[in-house]
């Protein structure tokens, strides 16, 4: 295989992972036409389209679809195989992709970006935020971030936090407005910020516990989305009451008073936050280097 053949191949992988030409680029350390060129060449070689664009995507073609089943994971052995002969010798480097919640790269991973950046310098972090559950595997990451009671199965599971508290909050304004839910039954009366399972195509059935007893509520509202940041907006702006976690911000403003705890004493909690990651991950240092920095076993370097 000549040299350009492979840069075109490993470019076409970059697009269809990255399922945008700018990231792809990016990441390739091209300009997005020099990109479009490589691609352009590809397909005049191979004679077929290889990716569907749109001015907002762009996705495998049948023949693209089938071309990249069969040349990503050789691409993806020649990393491990590279990866491995770097660890062999003591250095950590590549790149790391992690697929996360929200709340884990708010609450973890961006207050120890620095640190392990100090620590391993020679390491890429491709960290993708993602509230919609994504199948890891599927996305080709190298491990993810979920609460522990929504992880994939067969997978290896590193603990990161203690469990999670859920509190239902509203704004003053929208209780003064709306009144305030004795119990989870009168959320039917109350204008809620919905939470999307995008994974599943439905939206979450709010869970409250109280003495023993065990309600799951399905709520309605003006706003629906599946990411923390959207949701906690819409309740501060008095759109309705909201579910989320206590630890992802929501604590301060509790304490500021810019929002208000209804139904505290049907609170429950979740399983915390877990990394997890294929059993027959070959990544192991790496992976193993990141996990360490999470759970602040690094020393800081001096």
């Known amino acids: 295989m000549r040299g350009s053949d492979f840069a075109e191949l490993k470019a076409f992988v970059a697009v269809v992972e990255r399922q945008s030409f700018a990231r792809a680029a990016e990441q390739l350390g091209l300009s997005p036409s020099a990109l479009s060129q490589t691609i352009r060449q590809l397909e005049g070689r191979i004679g077929a389209r290889l990716l569907n664009r749109t001015t907002r995507s762009v996705a495998p073609s049948a023949s693209g679809e089938r071309l990249y089943r069969r040349i990503a994971p050789l ?23 992690i697929n996360t919640l929200g709340i884990a790269a708010r609450t973890i991973i961006a207050p120890r ?15 993708v935020v993602d509230d919609a559950l994504a199948d890891i595997v599927v996305g080709r990451f190298d491990a993810g971030i979920r609460v522990g009671g929504r992880l994939e199965k067969d997978m290896v599971a590193v603990r990161l936090t203690p469990d999670l508290k859920m509190v239902a909050v509203a704004s003053p304004d ?8 004795k119990s989870p039954k009168d959320l039917h009366d109350h204008a ?30 003006p706003v629906v989305t599946n990411h923390a940041d959207v949701g906690i907006a819409a309740a501060l702006n008095g759109l309705g009451i909201a579910y989320h976690f206590e630890q992802d911000g929501v604590a301060e403003l509790l304490a500021q008073g810019r929002l208000v705890q209804v139904l505290a004493d049907w609170s429950i909690t979740r399983p915390g936050l877990f990394l997890y990651y294929p059993n027959r991950q070959h990544r192991l240092a790496l992976l193993g280097a990141f996990i360490d920095c999470l759970l602040d076993r690094t020393a800081v370097p001096s």
Request: charged share 30%; aromatic share 10%; proline share 3%.
């Open 75 to 97: 691409f993806q052995e020649m990393a491990v195989a590279v990866a491995e002969a770097s660890e062999a010798t003591g250095q950590i480097s590549g790149t790391l992709r």
């Open 113 to 127: 970006l620095a640190r392990f950046h100090q620590t391993h310098p020679d390491v890429v972090l491709d960290i």
């Open 174 to 181: 929208y209780l003064a407005r709306r009144g305030t839910p």
């Open 192 to 221: 809620c910020v919905n939470w999307r399972l995008q994974m599943e195509g439905r939206h979450y059935r709010w869970e409250f516990r109280k003495r023993g007893q065990r309600i799951e509520v399905e709520v309605d509202g």
